[in-house]
């Protein structure tokens, strides 16, 4: 035995001498995809990345008009959080995104199920749903501004129609504001999230819900047993995209409501626009912007690490 492995060690290779050389075509098809796909890299590296690292590094500069690389420490975080204006646009951040990813899950579940009961006419009401999908938030913005308006919206519809006391003036009202900010995304992003629990209605196998009826089980109880825990990448993938669109908003905020009345419905996006470049205050502004980025982290981590863990103990 020691003597074979000695022998087929010692002999040469089959064709090691003879290897082929790849060709320049095959050269350029394995380098092809990567050329391709450089500039984009590139470009997110720099313009994601790099701007995330600036930002980061003026948040600890006492920067104001314009960019002053002089270390400060944490004071700027300081300055955030004795700001009044900040904790405002914190609660109403808590407010909007938790009503508009709660009321969208809800809203894109009822219609999605309702859907998938195999409807005439499916194909039409789905496009109408998804069809605010297609329009930018500042248009969404501008359009529920025109039908909040006390002058010229619901509540002067209702006045013409005989309720001389009817008052929908929620755009007016600093307690209200931020709830039209809710209404106006919802009815934006609902008939998205219709769609991600459609295709995962759809993706269900059937007969595992034609087992549970032959086992006596109620249309209910599959559902709640069965359907809705099945859709859990979904409901995932749905928190995900939605908690992403509350943090960040900010052309919808500013179309519908810019910040006010007052202050009433400033969000930090609006909260670091206003500062960082309206009242040259850059460095206090990209404190701001920082805390948006640790609030998305700290939100969106944790539901990737337990859902990246799931598989391996299920």
């Not at 626009?273 to 982290?297: C, D, E, H, K, P």
Request: hydrophobic residues 55%.
């Amino acid at each position: 035995m020691d003597l074979t492995a000695q022998r087929i060690t010692a002999a040469p290779k089959s064709g090691a001498g003879t290897e082929a050389k790849p060709r320049l075509g095959d050269r350029i098809d394995a380098w092809l995809p990567k050329i391709v796909l450089a500039p984009t890299f590139v470009c997110a590296l720099v313009f994601i990345y790099g701007y995330i690292l600036w930002t980061a590094v003026l948040s600890l500069t006492p920067s104001r008009m314009l960019p002053k690389y002089e270390f400060a420490g944490l004071a700027q975080f300081e300055a955030l959080f004795a700001n009044e204006r900040w904790w405002l646009a914190l609660k109403n951040l808590a407010l909007f995104g938790g009503t508009f990813v709660f009321v969208c899950l809800a809203v894109g579940l009822l219609l999605a199920i309702l859907l998938d009961q195999k409807i005439r006419g499916e194909g039409f009401i789905r496009s109408i749903y998804l069809y605010p999908m297609a329009l930018s938030f500042i248009v969404t913005g501008t359009a529920w501004k025109w039908i909040l308006n006390p002058e010229l919206g619901v509540e002067r519809l209702l006045h013409d129609w005989g309720f001389a006391d009817a008052r929908f003036d929620w755009l007016i009202d600093p307690d209200m504001a931020i709830y039209t900010v809710v209404v106006a995304a919802v009815w934006q992003s609902s008939g998205f999230v219709m769609a991600l629990f459609l295709a995962g209605l759809r993706g269900i196998d059937d007969s595992i819900i034609k087992a549970a009826q032959v086992d006596g089980a109620s249309m209910p109880t599959i559902y709640r047993r069965i359907i809705i825990p099945s859709l859990r990448p979904v409901f995932f993938s749905s928190f995900m995209i939605l908690t992403h669109i509350a943090v960040k908003s900010f052309d919808l905020v500013m179309a519908l409501t810019n910040g006010g009345p007052g202050f009433a419905s400033d969000v930090p996006a609006t909260f670091m626009y206003s500062f960082a470049f309206t009242r040259n205050q850059i460095g206090l502004g990209a404190a701001s912007a920082m805390m948006m980025l640790m609030i998305v982290v700290a939100v969106i981590v944790p539901f990737m690490y337990s859902e990246l863990r799931r598989p391996r103990h299920g």
